[in-house]
């Protein structure tokens, strides 16, 4: 494990979160679809961090022995992310509590208390993502043992409302469990404004898509590299008939791309070629295969280089403990800086 120079202050205003996870640094690391595999997981996670592996659409099978595999590298603790809409959810749920796995994350959609219960009963801590006050209520009431909220500023699928606004709704009234900040944050300065604020921790995607440990293909890598914060735009939906959550990427023409897609389903439909349901699940498998051609093959052009706004603040690849080292030291200065002031 690195060894940090966390000062006593950061580290009171995020022990609770730190021994929720179990680890040093009450960071999160996101979950991102085929970039938050083992090496990235197991690095964050060695480096006193809190990997958490994406499912994604794996398999049981599959999700088994990325688990195994993460075990592999890593003897610190870690969590796997599993997604709501799964049509094998329940049995994804068996796998993570065979291995003991200790913490899973329930996201791509509210989770049913049912989920929520099987989990507590197996012996693992569970983390939802709560997107407004009233849910994150309900979400600790049916037994979530920890929160995210997300705002919009972050990677791949999003919700309407901004991090600052979320933070300021939720935190100020959630304190029967710790809750973990998300989307945006790539600086330690701000880590420092949301603990001040309540917050048990925070969570970071973006920020670490360019770490030598990530398998991302070098052109997904270089994208991030070039881009800044204006160049990862939300998409849209073009029929009110078929709700699209939004996707923040970096435009390129997948964007194009999947715009296009939209109206061919939708004409399928009108036509009376595919059901409601299916024209849905069509638009919405888009990108799943998008976002594996850029990050496993490259493809930059009609990929999806799903990013979050942070992504300007990503100027060259770095081992994730120099990543960490960097937001802690800033972190620790912003403490630093305000003890002087108020002296």
């Not at 407004?132 to 791949?156: F, M, P, Q, T, Y």
């Not at 595919?274 to 930059?300: K, M, N």
Request: glycine fraction near 10%; hydrophobic fraction near 45%; proline fraction near 4%.
């Amino acid at each position: 494990m690195a060894q940090f120079s966390v000062s006593k202050g950061l580290s009171s205003l995020w022990q609770r979160g730190a021994d929720f996870l179990g680890c040093e640094l009450a960071i999160l690391g996101g979950a991102m679809t085929w970039v938050s595999e083992r090496h990235l997981v197991a690095a964050l996670s060695n480096a006193g961090a809190f990997g958490v592996l994406a499912s994604g659409s794996m398999t049981p099978e599959l999700l088994r022995a990325e688990i195994e595999g993460t075990r592999a590298l890593t003897s610190r603790p870690f969590g796997v992310n599993l997604i709501t809409m799964h049509p094998r959810l329940d049995q994804l749920i068996e796998v993570c509590l065979e291995l003991k796995v200790g913490h899973v994350v329930l996201a791509g959609g509210l989770p049913k208390t049912a989920s929520i219960r099987r989990l507590k009963e197996g012996g693992a801590k569970v983390i939802c993502f709560a997107p407004a006050v009233v849910l994150a209520r309900k979400l600790a009431r049916d037994g979530a043992d920890a929160l995210v909220i997300e705002g919009s500023e972050a990677g791949g699928h999003i919700g309407p409302v901004s991090t600052a606004v979320l933070a300021q709704e939720i935190l100020p009234v959630m304190r029967d469990v710790p809750v973990f900040v998300a989307g945006g944050i790539g600086r330690g300065e701000a880590i420092i404004s949301y603990l001040e604020m309540g917050a048990a921790g925070v969570q970071l995607g973006t920020r670490f898509v360019c770490a030598s440990e990530c398998i991302a293909h070098e052109n997904f890598k270089r994208a991030f590299i070039r881009a800044a914060a204006r160049d990862a735009m939300p998409t849209s939906q073009i029929d009110p008939r078929f709700p699209v959550i939004p996707v923040r990427a970096l435009a390129n023409d997948g964007t194009r791309l999947f715009m296009e897609k939209q109206r061919e389903v939708i004409g399928r439909f009108d036509r009376g070629e595919l059901s409601q349901s299916e024209a849905q699940l069509e638009i919405e498998h888009f990108w799943a295969g998008a976002l594996r051609r850029a990050v496993v093959d490259g493809d930059v052009e009609t990929g999806s280089l799903m990013a979050g706004q942070s992504v300007g603040m990503v100027t060259r690849e770095q081992p994730v403990t120099e990543i960490l080292t960097e937001l802690v030291e800033q972190a620790n200065a912003a403490l630093s800086g305000r003890d002087g002031r108020a002296a």
